[in-house]
């Protein structure tokens, strides 16, 4: 906490004395200001037009009881995250953005990623032309790669490091199409060093959209490749990975009676070595908003991400998941991701006042393949029947969160996620129920 408030300290004076040299003609958004409010409002009042800063805290208690489906076992912890930003807009087509976090973990051990990385460059890249709305535009250095709902590449902003790429992205619209071309290696998290990408691990694509329909149909195809090196396959050989991944995103929103839907369907085929992969996912929701009080969405969903059927025929199954942002895709205790699954999700979203939300959700899970593991939001596996005799019924889960955002940057929320062992955790674990409660606060300034 030291050293949190030393660098506080730092940004907040040089952000000072910049500001005692060039008087500022930055808009600021309209409200009470006020340190309290936001203090990079202030500050940036008192900066040059070309100079922003600002910045996010977020703190969250979280813990479990019945930890691996086990009786008698339990942890709770506090996790906290500091993240600072500087923009410079040089000109019209030239920005540099640096953002640094410290993300900490307090009486939670082992202290590293996801729970810890200790003050280092999440964010460092320079900017030609807007790529989020110019004709042209290039990023280049270390950054956030976001396509689609992020189901397969995305921040991962629940965890507490986060995910970064350096990368090249370029990005060309022409009236209502667009299209990304990214070159890209993740960044490795490492508490205590700096912070560097994975050596051979590569992952490059085209992420397309169209919008020419308007926001009841919008299509979003993409190519990808992933290149790693040092994994075994399924003789054990240590080889090379060399994975293609194709796939479309469509989703409709605004449409009558309040109907909304989406789907994703995703194949990936390559080789590990000898071995060749064949593996698949795909996923559907159709909601529909009430205009009643509350207005209330329910929705249906379901999600299919292929598994292994023979871990010797020298053919891999199991769907790669890539670096999405898994968090409360498939249950909010995150002990499902999207590799070798069936879900089936039901919900419930309802807004009882202003800028307050409540939900209410249900999964249903079965294994896509009874003799491969089940793997959690991180695509990690943590259970395995090699017979198959397990069964394929997971469990369910039963969550219910909340939020209320006030004082224009604060957000808290809390939740609960429940999970009944099915057939198949029963078998190969105690079988204990698990549950995940949290507490949060985010401030945005």
Partial sequence: MKNITAITLFWLSMAAALAGQTPSSQTVPPGPS?????????INKELPSWLVFGGEYRARFEGYTGGSFKPNTSDDYLLSRLKLDLTIKASSWLKLFIEGMDARSLEKSPEVAPFQNTWDIRQAYIELGDTEKDILGLRVGRQELLYGDQRLIGSSPWTNTEHAFDAFRGTARYK??????FVASVVNPVSGTWDHHLQGNNLDGLYGGIDRFGPRFVVEPYAMWRLEHGLKNEEGIVSKLDEKIVGARVV?????????????????????GADKIQSWARHWVAGDTIKIRFFPRVYSEYNYASGDANAKDGIRGTFDQLYPTGHDKYGLADQVGWRNVRDFREGLELKPVKNVAAAFQYNDWYLASATDSLYNAAGTAIFHSATGTAGTHIGQEFDVTGSWTFARAFTVGAGVGHILPGQFLKAVTPGNPYTYPFMMANWKF
Avoid: H
């Avoid at 006020?34 to 202030?42: I, L, N």
């Avoid at 209502?176 to 071309?181: N, P």
């Avoid at 409709?252 to 080789?271: H, I, N, R, W």
């Fill in 176 to 181: 209502k199409y667009r299209l990304d071309m």
């Fill in 252 to 272: 409709g929103t605004k449409l009558p009676y309040g109907l909304d839907y989406g789907a994703e369907m995703v194949k990936e085929f390559g080789s590990l």
């Fill in 34 to 42: 006020g340190f309290f409010e936001s203090p990079a409002a202030d």
